[in-house]
């Protein structure tokens, strides 16, 4: 599965209809597919909360460091609920 944003796609094929079978797709196959609940998430490697340890890099399984809000050992790529974009952004 992946997400995808509907409301472009649906833009996109009415842009390029010609038949009316394409706008048919973009007006009501688009709009009545399945939907997901999801959240942004913000990665380790990207929080306020991460120190990471240069002495991992490079390393086999990527790079760790320490989250200073929950003190466990984390790698770049991991997430968790304290997570706050060090640039201030959504996610």
């Not at 390393?59 to 790529?77: R, V």
């Amino acid at each position: 599965m992946r997400l995808i944003d509907a409301d472009a796609l649906s833009e996109s094929i009415k842009r390029g209809a010609g038949t009316d079978l394409q706008k048919f797709f973009a007006d009501v196959c688009v709009a009545t597919a399945p939907t997901v609940d999801a959240a942004i998430v913000t990665r380790c490697g990207d929080c306020v909360h991460w120190d990471d340890d240069p002495d991992t890099y490079g390393a086999d399984d990527g790079p760790k460091g320490k989250c200073m809000k929950s003190f466990e050992t984390m790698y770049a790529d991991d997430f968790c609920s304290y997570g706050e974009r060090k640039d201030g952004g959504d996610g």
